[in-house]
């Protein structure tokens, strides 16, 4: 009685019912795609899928810049030239040096895991929802200009083509696109930058939560001889995190202790909470940043209903806008709020949320009399909005838009274009 009383104070708090995450969650944005359900609900008698809306973060990737790398490798390669590693140190220094010479030149491009993971989410949409994919159906893709974008998008109508070769796809890759699948207003740039104010608070977590002493003590002779012990923490935690994502037999987490990873997990999550989900502390101000992306994606829903074409809108970006538009779209799970940073990690939890690979797909559904329903899945698990639905997962695709444009009206700035470097994104600092 006890535990079904504090599940229920969770749901009408707002909150997600958590459980702490496994090592590999605790990579935060570097969680490599997660396992899909194998069944889901039918559709209610007489409805059949017409129509798919998509937006995907891009596959699992090496770390954004070769520095990453070679920042921690030079720490490394510099004590051992003194003697100054422990024998644990001298272990870590060659599993780091497999791990550069495998990502050398690589970095921020799409893996091979990746390539698999954009393959396998489309397969399993083809097959999930065949009637979308009939004949000569047409499929518009369009992508971040992002290489690792790109060449996900390629994998992902690659895979299509394969398994019916008479679609019809079009790909396009252009800075003009960037406006609504990688917008970010000048004040939402300006609230996420280092030096806004909220970030004195924010350091101050840090300091709590990322505690090096004792994995310095493992891997250095003198550890006080690092000057900045908390980078290097975290720049081993990244690394940590990424092996996931790649195709080499070599682990670092038998060198933290796990109250460590999941303090470093914190701050990244709550970092990543502040910057682009549901936290009171940005006001609205990141969510709004996905009007432009969900304003399209309403009027590409009411053009293919009304023109039948085309068959699939597919979007291929980045994990912030991602994040922004379900918190935007106040899918299950993804915007609740809370104000006590301590508390962060219990409302919304980013690995959940956006993994490598993470995708919304909106499902399309209609019947012999032209009623439509449509049914959102994340990471190919149903999810549901805050409507009331008849139908389970299912809702009426009216009562949807009317929701969609309460959202919209929230845009009260002029959208300017989209100026920032995509490599940006994916922001593990």
């Known amino acids: 009685m006890r535990q079904y009383i504090i599940f229920t104070i969770l749901l009408l708090s707002g909150l997600s019912v958590y459980s702490q995450p496994t090592p590999e969650q605790t990579g935060s944005i570097y969680y490599a795609y997660p396992a899909p359900p194998e069944a889901y609900t039918p559709a209610p008698e007489g409805y059949e899928p017409f129509y798919i809306s998509h937006y995907g973060r891009h596959g699992s990737r090496w770390m954004t810049a070769d520095e990453r790398y070679i920042e921690v490798l030079h720490v490394f390669d510099s004590l051992y030239q003194r003697s100054e590693l422990t024998p644990l140190g001298i272990d870590v220094r060659k599993r780091l040096q497999q ?21 396998e989410i489309a397969g399993r949409m083809y097959h999930n929802f065949p009637q979308v994919f009939r004949g000569d159906a047409f499929i518009d893709a369009r992508s971040s200009t992002s290489l690792r974008c790109a060449m996900s998008m390629s994998y992902f109508t690659e895979r299509l083509k394969e398994l019916n070769p008479a679609l019809h796809v079009d790909r396009r890759a252009y800075q003009r696109y960037m406006d609504y699948i990688a917008y970010t207003s000048p004040e939402g740039e300006k609230f996420s930058s280092g030096k806004a104010p909220w970030r004195r608070d924010f350091r101050d977590f840090e300091k709590k939560n990322v505690r090096p002493e004792r994995l310095m003590a493992s891997l250095f002779v003198n550890p006080d001889a690092i000057t900045n012990q908390d980078a290097l923490m975290r720049g081993i935690y990244w690394i940590a995190a990424d092996m996931q994502n790649v195709d080499i037999d070599v682990t670092f ?4 202790r796990y109250e460590e990873l999941a303090g470093i997990w914190k ?31 309403v009027e590409s829903a009411e053009t293919a209903i009304k023109e039948g074409t085309p068959a699939a809108d597919l979007r291929f970006g980045h994990d912030t806008h991602l994040i922004r538009l379900l918190t935007l779209m ?4 993804c915007s609740n709020q809370e104000t006590d940073m301590e508390k962060f990690h219990l409302a919304w939890q980013d690995y959940r949320v956006s993994p490598m690979g993470a995708n919304l797909q909106l499902i399309f559904f209609r019947n012999k009399k032209n009623e439509i329903l449509v049914k959102l899945l994340l990471n190919e698990n149903e999810v549901n909005l805050p409507l009331e639905s008849h139908t389970g997962p299912y809702y009426p695709w009216e009562t949807v838009k009317a929701f969609f444009k309460e959202q919209l009206k929230q845009d009260e700035t002029e959208i300017h274009p989209a100026t920032h470097n995509p490599l940006s994104e994916d922001t593990d600092y």
Do not use: H
Request: hydrophobic share 35%.
């Open 253 to 256: 987490y038998d060198i933290f």
């Open 330 to 333: 106040q899918v299950e799970g």
């Open 99 to 119: 791990v550069w010479e495998d990502a050398r030149g690589k970095s921020g491009n799409i893996t091979p895991l990746g390539e698999r993971q954009q393959r």
């Open 267 to 297: 701050t990244v999550n709550a970092r990543m909470y502040v910057c682009n989900a549901g936290a009171p502390l940005n006001g609205g101000l990141m969510p709004r940043c996905a009007i432009p992306l969900l304003r399209n994606i």
